[in-house]
C-alpha cells in the first residue's frame, strides 16, 4: 500500500474527495487527529461514514484528535488487528475501511515504524460548554459531549502519559503521527487571539516535550493547528495538505545528507530555530 498523510478534516471531507487516491484500494490515509466520524454521536455522524464507505476505496487511519469521542466510547466499536500495518485498531464492522489507531501503539507503515499520540485540549471548551448551559464540572451534563460538542476525555491521562512514556520511550521511529505538538514547537503565532493563554491546558504539550526527548524518531507529523508548513526540520504540521510518507520521509533524508527542502514549501517563522 502506499500511505499519505493529512490534517484535520472537521467532518468536512470535500476537498479530498476529489483525490483520485481516494478511489485506490491500495492507499491508506492517515489523519492526523480532528476527522469528525465521532463528533454529533448521532445520525450525522452515521451519513458521513456511510457516505466515505461506499464513495472511497481506500482505508482512513484515524488518529485521534480532541473534537471527537474516543473510540472505545463509541457504540459498536471493535478492537480488531490490522495485519497490513501489524497492530490493533478499533472499528465499527460497518465501515471497514475506517480505522481507529491507538494511543501509544506503534505500527508500521510500508516498513516505516510510526509512533501514535492522539489527543488534545480544546481551547473552546467551556465556550462549548457555557453555550450549552454547563457552568460547574459537578453538572451530570459535564460529561455529556451530545450536549456540548465537547469531550471530557480529550487529553491523555496521568496515567495513560506515564505508560505511553514507558512503552514508546527508548525506541527508533521513522515517523511520530499525534494530534497536538511538544511545547516547545507549539506555533504561538496561530494562536487565537480571543484566548486567554493562561487558561489554556498545556499538560499534553508539555509531556510531549519529554516524549520528543525520550525517544529516537526522523520524522514528526502533528495537526491539531490548522495550517500545512514545516515547523521544524523534521517536524511538520499538516491540515489540507495530503502527502505521500515516503515523499516526507525522503524529504528528510535528502536534509541529512545536505540537501535543502525546497523553498516553496511554506515554513514556519521559527523553523530555523532547530528542533
Known sequence: MQYYVTGDKHGDFYRIMQQDLVRDEDVGIIILGDAGFNFFLNENDVKLKQNITEH???????????????????????????????????????????????????YWFNGHRAAIIGGAYSVDKWWRLNRAGIYDKNDPAYKKPKRSGWFWNEQLTEDEMEQIYLDLGGGHYDFVFSHTCPMAW???????????????????EIWLDKMKDCMNWDVWCFGHYHQDRLERPHVEMYYHDIENIEDIYGRWQAYNNGIEVPWWLNKSPNYYMGV
Not at 506555533?187 to 498545556?202: G, H, K, M
Request: hydrophobic share 30%; glycine share 6%.
Open 56 to 106: 472511497t476505496l481506500c482505508t482512513w487511519y484515524v488518529v485521534r484528535g480532541n473534537h471527537e469521542a474516543r473510540p472505545q466510547d463509541v457504540k459498536g466499536m471493535r478492537l480488531v488487528y490490522d495485519d497490513t500495518i501489524d497492530g490493533y485498531v478499533c472499528m465499527q464492522p460497518e465501515y471497514p475501511t475506517i480505522k481507529y489507531l491507538c494511543d501509544g501503539v506503534d
Open 186 to 204: 507549539q506555533p504561538t503565532d496561530l494562536f487565537l487571539s480571543a484566548i486567554n493563554q493562561n487558561e489554556v491546558d498545556s499538560s499534553m
